[in-house]
């Protein structure tokens, strides 16, 4: 946990600091919305994921997100308890930081309620997306494996693995190159090449497992859950 939280700290520092959250990547998604979006919580026995299956999945398939994947972040991130606060202040069942809550306007003493939390998660993730600016025929592994690594280490350092890969003619689009550029940038023959924009990488070995578990623990709910 406190691995993660960092890590998902050092994303938001390089999000806002080399990408100043640019308008230009804004996403125009609209609020929670109580008369469309199921706030309520199921008693065990009741539920397939978590307490919490109605808000992730109303929030995130208006968001346009699977909302398995969202509760696999939501596993790995808090266990699902929207009462959890990390030592640099992330809170709630998707640990958002309270940068997070100001970039989309939110009020951030409202960040841990479990609906705004997953609204913010969704925000990000889609905002992230945009940011890659993947190719349309990217294969779906590849793609949420990007989004996740960026979430997770930064989308500053995942967009300098794919740039290394590109100067060395590989697919900058393929997860399984791009996470051995991401290993390579603790390397100062790679992260000083001309083409890095954001530095050493330290925090790979962190980054890589999480998009493993995430993805591992999504793939068990699709076999179980239906979207």
Request: glycine residues 6%; proline residues 4%; aromatic residues 10%.
């Amino acid at each position: 946990m406190l691995k993660k939280t960092f890590l998902s700290f050092v994303f938001l520092t390089v999000l806002t600091s080399i990408y100043g959250f640019d308008a230009d990547y804004a996403v125009p998604a609209a609020r929670i919305d109580p008369a469309v979006d199921d706030h309520s919580l199921l008693a065990a026995g009741e539920y397939r994921i978590s307490a919490y299956d109605n808000i992730i999945r109303s929030v995130s398939e208006r968001a346009g997100n699977d909302w398995r994947l969202v509760s696999a972040m939501a596993y790995h991130e808090s266990r699902f308890d929207p009462t959890v606060v990390s030592r640099q202040g992330a809170r709630g069942l998707m640990q958002i930081m309270p940068v997070v809550a100001r970039h989309f306007d939110v009020p951030v003493e409202t960040i841990a309620d479990p609906a705004t939390n997953v609204w913010l998660a969704n925000q990000l993730l889609t905002q992230i997306d945009r940011m890659l600016q993947l190719p349309a025929g990217v294969p779906e592994h590849d793609r949420m494996s990007l989004v996740l690594a960026s979430y997770n280490g930064g989308v500053g350092h995942v967009s300098d693995a794919r740039r290394l890969a590109s100067y060395y003619g590989e697919d900058p689009n393929s997860w399984e190159v791009v996470s051995r550029y991401l290993e390579l940038k603790s390397d100062p023959a790679y992260y000083e090449n001309e083409v890095v924009q954001n530095g050493r990488f330290t925090g790979s070995n962190q980054t890589l497992a999480y998009v493993r578990d995430v993805l591992g623990r999504y793939d068990r709910y699709c076999r179980t859950v239906e979207r």
